[in-house]
């Protein structure tokens, strides 16, 4: 009732009688019960909003007036009133001052009282500067003196209402960590050309199918829609939509960003309960910088936004982190890789997959990344920044070039560097990749240039071999390579 009629009491053709029933629903009943059923219609909506309830017997008779004066018949001379417990109209205390604070104005209690008759208010007479309203039975919406006050604003009219600046008090606040951080994330990301994205939480069941690898979401028990009722455990999935809703629409040239929440079921296996992370989510899509007379087209590749991953850290004044392949499958697997910092898997980043982009319609490639910004946080707040000022003395430039398994990964001789340097290396850097005539097959070449320096003196070239082959010897060891 109050929804929806059914079909063994609706009229037909031959219909001779009829018996009216007028009504008023509780409207937080009506409400569950419309969500509940997936059943929203024009009943549903007027009366989970409020109707008046002393109208009911007045919309009984002027609906049967309207029936005899179109289809004509003959009323019946009884009717039922059935009025269990009387819905008392709303007493509200409102007080003269608090009325002028708000709206910066000197109404006497003699105006607020005329106004709120104007719209069926009873008043009573209170001590002091204070008034008892009664609002009427159809407006159910006013039930708190702030919204007396809307109403007296409204009929004593805007225009009327002096403007003036308001009274702030100004105080020094200290911004908390958190919003540093994700503060100077956004300057990074808009220098480098980015875009800031805001996304639905919300997951359909089919982008949960091709991001959840078979991972639980979180359930809402009162969704918008059928289309939202998981909550998201990624952002890439929001963003994407963006991409495409972009691209359909003539823009090819992509690059988006997003800070917010991720939702897991919690580990209690409580129903309900959920466990809440922040992340941080990026993808790029068309050319990596505009056209010109320098250079021609060149699109985004996964270099591009390995960059992008690294300019963030390195905007944080943290340590870049170590790669390894991806095990994704919503990602290309030649095209992606893990983003590790200290053994732990924080994020990840590539090229997604061609299949995943038939199925959300994507006809151009995109780029993606996700970060823990957890993890990022803790990283952020204890990094120790210390000025190391610059070398008076010259530096001494070493390059090598080792052969090693194809398999073998950058990150992993970066890690075996930075386990064997000493304190007189100054940095050290990949330069080339090679592989092809010359090399073995199933080998591929890698050369690397360390910069040497000290800030108490000129190095001798003794002390340079020394410790550059010290450094070479141990990193060919671990890494199963040979010189070139």
Known sequence: AGIMGGMNSGVRDDTDTIVLESAYFDPISIRRTSKRLGLVTESSKRFEKGVDPEGVILALHRLTQIILKVAGGRPSADWVDIYPQNILPEDIQLSLDYVNRLLGTSITKRDAVRLLKLIGCKTKNARGKRISVSSPPWRPDLTRPVDLVEEIA?????????????????????????????????TVLSTLGFYEAVSWSFLSDSDAQIFSEGEGHVELLNPLNAESRLMRRWIVPGLLKAVSYNINRGIKDISLFEMGKVFAPRESGVAGEADEHYHLAGAMSGLASPKNWEQGKRPIDIIDVKEVVFSIFGGLRIQPPLVSPSRHQFLDKDDSFLIVYDGNEIGWCGRLDNEVLKRLDIPSPVYVFEIRLDELFSMYINRKVVFKPFSRFPFVVRDVAMVVDSSVLHGTIMQSFNRHINKLVQCVELFDIYSGEGIPKGKKSMAYRLVFGSSEGTLTDKEVDEAFWGIVSKVLADVGGVLR
């Open 154 to 186: 409204r009929l004593y009219g805007y225009k009327n209402i002096p403007e003036h600046m308001p009274y702030v008090l100004c105080h020094s606040v200290q911004v908390p960590p958190r919003l540093k951080l994700e503060e100077k994330i956004r």
